[in-house]
């Protein structure tokens, strides 16, 4: 019973040695495909699917541009690999990101060039 418990304290124990701020080991940044600004749309509005569908839509997404740089933002899951910077009408597409975020603080690396990412406990 003693190794259980000592199994089970052990990584609180290593956590809570790293400073405020500090990306823990195991919280790998997520990639960033790509940033969207959200446009609301009337109630009833219709778009077709990639799949010829016609589904009714609360929003539409347009992507947008940023000027490359290091940004401190609070985020939101919203959907696997999509997430909303707080109080803002910004959105942030990921690749293979499996942070379950309520306004949680991050750091988007943006670089005009690509390789864009996301740094989940960042101060």
């Given at each position: 019973?003693?190794r259980?418990?000592?199994?089970?304290?052990?990584?609180?124990?290593?956590?809570?040695?790293?400073?405020?701020g500090?990306?823990?080991?195991?919280?790998?940044?997520?990639?960033?495909?790509?940033?969207?600004?959200?446009?609301?749309?009337?109630?009833?509005?219709?778009?077709?699917?990639?799949?010829?569908?016609?589904?009714?839509?609360?929003?539409?997404?347009?992507?947008?541009?940023?000027?490359?740089?290091?940004?401190?933002?609070?985020?939101?899951?919203?959907?696997?690999d999509?997430?909303?910077?707080?109080?803002?009408?910004?959105?942030?597409?990921?690749?293979?990101?499996?942070?379950?975020?309520?306004?949680?603080?991050?750091?988007?690396?943006?670089?005009?060039?690509?390789?864009?990412?996301?740094?989940?406990?960042?101060?």
């Open positions: 019973m003693r259980i418990v000592g199994a089970v304290l052990v990584p609180w124990v290593m956590a809570s040695r790293y400073p405020a500090t990306v823990l080991p195991g919280r790998a940044p997520c990639g960033v495909r790509a940033v969207y600004q959200s446009v609301a749309v009337p109630y009833g509005t219709l778009v077709t699917t990639m799949l010829g569908g016609v589904e009714e839509v609360t929003a539409v997404y347009s992507p947008m541009q940023l000027q490359g740089g290091t940004y401190t933002v609070a985020v939101t899951r919203k959907s696997q999509f997430y909303q910077v707080d109080q803002r009408e910004i959105f942030i597409r990921t690749a293979y990101c499996y942070e379950y975020a309520y306004g949680e603080s991050a750091v988007l690396e943006y670089k005009v060039s690509g390789e864009d990412r996301l740094v989940f406990g960042e101060p």
